[in-house]
């Protein structure tokens, strides 16, 4: 059984095979290149990419003739130089690609609402209740490539399928300009002779540990014991079974903009005092951050604002070296801002506020100490690896059961005394 | 009862045997020593059922007996005595010790509850108690501390001849070690489960002087008990029961990368770098154009980073270790260089000590230890 995205509504005798495959993953074809391209239609069919022309910037997207000298994307530009030395290297225009990926996701959006945004170039869309108005999914997925084109002039690439997983591999081994539809019945014969690194989550080592565990395509994977996987590979081994075996229960969620997290006061009182403020700015801090790790999310950006007696309001905001979760470094990070914006122009602060930025999904996953042994089951033990959980993560579910005794630093606690005793 | 005897000897024997009283026994009697006066010796014993200390001192022994005191007491007490003759009488129900002006009256304990002492052994054959001594804290350092794997937390003993081979592994890392001794039977062939923790007390308690004699049972299959004793001090333990797991088919067959550096200078380049990595997080290690870097900490956190020089043949390398896991080996090294040899990254390193950089390794200790994983 493939398990979908959505239940599935009786097949219309018009309908063709793809009817219960109404996930589509839309992934335009090197989309940098391919906007740059309408405005140099000279590069067309030579080895060309975008990105900066310096030695220690990379390749953000390579034509197709590139990569068939081996040029990627994420590459130093003087390693994909020194593949092609005759590259075209255009420059980058940001402003270009954004207009033209609201283009397409206005395309997307107008099929259905249901419209799961990736990336700049990239989403996923359920067209379950479209069917009805704009035929099966593989005629829908035509049109979107139709529309696309029509609006955009750009090429992309469409995979029809169950679910998630199975659409994005479909669209992977479909490009450029292509569409790739899987009929449901059909998901595990199609998925079962490919690699197995086209499985989610199936890295560069990861895919050398399954090799050497003579695990070589899908379809040997679909027929481990996933009880066995959880004790070797730890949660992400039933997960990978699931997937190889056509299985994903993940839903299109279309996001509403979440890309910021913003918690913010209005004084009853305006503050004058700056050990006050900062005082407040780390209690909104680590609200801020407890709100964004409730949606799993890494800031790589924060901004603090201040409003004053008039109304005007400023802010700071800095971009972070590396992600940050926890409420103590968005403190850290926070102070300055703060201190800057109150060296510009002082002021009684009538509202403060704190915003975690470019939120993303937390890229580092933990380490894992391996065995020697291949088979550890012989052993029988939770790993203690597992059992390790951040001071925040304790913070956020103490929070949840105790909602008014949530946990907070020293310094919070003796500010909110004293704001209870002026309160009376 | 009565003797006499001196401070020093006394509180060497008492301290000894005390060491081994268990600080929750299963009963109480088990929180006393068994002092034995007879034939001008004196013997005193402690035991928790698993394992037990007896040794036998001299003394000027005035009427024979038995007494069962509370150790720890006992032990507090003769250690703080003044230089000088002590005397240990049983008056009544009261053992009295007495030494200079000093007098202390201690309970007695029910001598006929305790249990029968474990008959020691027979002598297998000796081994050099430096040797031994030696073997033991390399081939500890990878035995797992985790009584919830009891079969782990045990060395694997196995003798062949006249040598014997210690193995240890807690999963993460395996030591093995070889050393030859004096077995009394050349053609002895068998092998024994015995805990870490005994093996480190018997190291720390019996190393340091001259030969140990090696005790267990080479006739009948099911022994329980291993032996060593030494200058008179004699000590047994349970063997620990089980299937031990088949590890020396993990030492990898071929390696092609091999990095050889200063084992005290990576100790103590760990050892800083280390500082900044929390519980769990890895130690990296870039092995490139002729030195080590070290780097620790991540993310929002400390980092730290510092590199070694290294004597590298083969491909570069990135591998990414617990620093514990790193510094418990190399402590324990011997050898002035330690060689690292590698397959790739994912895969177990070998590390191998080695007195001079140009010399030969030392094969008799092998540490093998898996990396971390660390996500792309």
Known sequence: MVSTGRSTTPRPEWADSSWDSTILHIDMDAFFLSVELLDHPELRGIPAVVGGNSGRSVVTSPSYEARKYGIRSAMPMSQALALYPRLTIIEPTRDKYSHASKKVMGVLHDITPSVEQLSIDEAFIDVSGARRRLGTPAQIAALIKQRVRAVTGLPSTVGVAANKSVAKIASDHSKPDGLGVVPIELTQEYLAPLPVNVIWGVGPKLHQRLMNADIHTVGELAKQDPRRMQR???????????LASGEDPRTVEPRHDSKSVSVEHTFERDIVDNQVLEKYLLDLSYECSRRMRQEGLVAWGLSVKVKDTELSTRTKSLSLQSSATSGAVFFKQAVPLLQMLMQQRWHPVRLLGVRADRLAE??????????????????????????????????????????????????????????????? | MKFTIGRDVLTDAVTWTARSLSPRPPVPVLRGLLITAEDNLVSIASFDYETSAQLDVEAHIESEGQILVEGRMLSDIVKSLPNAPVTIELTESRVVVTCQNS???????????????????????????????????????????????????????????????FLATDRYRLSMKEITWTPHDPQISTSVLVKSRTLTEVARSLGGGGEIEFRFATETDDAELVGFSSGGRRTTSLLVDGEYPKIRSLFPEESNIYATVDTGQLIEAVKRVALVAERNTSLLMVFSNGEVSLSAGQGDDASATESVPVQMEGEDITVAFNPSYLSEGLNVMGGAYTRFAFTSAPKPALLTGKKELEGPQNEDYRYLVMPIRIPN
Request: charged share 20%.
């Open chain 1, 232 to 242: 070797w590979l730890g949660a992400i081994g039933p997960q990978l079974v699931a």
């Open chain 1, 362 to 424: 937390p890229a580092v996953q933990h380490e894992v100490q391996e065995s020697l042994f291949e088979d550890d089951t012989i052993f029988e033990q939770p790993d203690a690896s597992q059992d390790w959980i951040s001071t925040d993560q304790i913070l956020d579910d103490v929070a949840k059961k105790f909602p008014s005794a949530a946990i907070k630093p020293a310094t919070l606690l003796q500010h909110e005394r004293q704001q209870r005793m002026s309160d009376g």
């Open chain 2, 103 to 165: 007098t202390f009256t201690l309970a007695t304990m029910p001598v006929n509850e305790y249990p029968a002492l474990p008959a020691m052994p027979e002598v297998a054959g000796t081994i050099d108690g430096s040797v031994f001594a030696e073997a033991i804290a390399q081939v500890t350092a990878a035995a797992s501390k985790d009584d919830t794997l009891p079969i782990l937390t045990a060395v694997k003993i196995e003798i062949e001849g006249d040598k014997i081979t």
